[in-house]
């Protein structure tokens, strides 16, 4: 499967801002914000990453050259927005697989714009990383607590293992390497939160 990878970019936003607006609203209703504070967390949330990478590339973001974009994010946040008001807790699970599914996507999405730039292998794995956490990180930032990708998951860690698969199967079939990347970043990131696997952190000297 081959395609114009800056189609594929576009396609895999869009997954992961559908994803990611369900876990912005979600904390956002953890912290008790009212209706515009969780439409913001969830837009937020959902086109950060990608607004971030596109900033480092140099080109007008998506976000705001596609007008869909935004629309898929206050869509998706407005559902999510409509469960939380109708009395209604958004399962835990159903955010962790979203989460996945979108960090996944995100991505993909960013070692394929690095690719679609020609840069090297640390520049696409580090902008697959900067688009999967970008937007995690401004909503935690919004939420008043140290990002979760700096002190508890392993995010960066899935993230840039997806990158890396991107690049390595990328010249063969940018198709299968979108799905290939996608995979790898979701199947970690579930297996890390199933088991609880964290990333040692340093200990306090007494």
Known sequence: MDFDTTDLVQALDRVGIVAFALSGVELGARRRLDLFGLLVMGVVTATGGGLVRDVILGRIPFVLEHPDYLLWAVLSSGIAIATVWAGRTIPRKLVAVADAAGLGAFAAAGALAAINFDLALPAVVLLAIVTATGGGV??????????????????????????????????????????????VTSIVRVITLAYGIHLPSAKRRR
């Open 138 to 183: 401004i909503r935690d930032l919004l939420a008043d607590r140290v990002p979760l990708v700096l002190r508890s998951e392993v995010n960066a860690t899935a993230a840039g293992l997806g990158g890396f698969v991107v690049w390595l199967v990328e010249p063969l079939s940018s198709g299968t390497a979108a799905l290939l990347g996608l995979a």
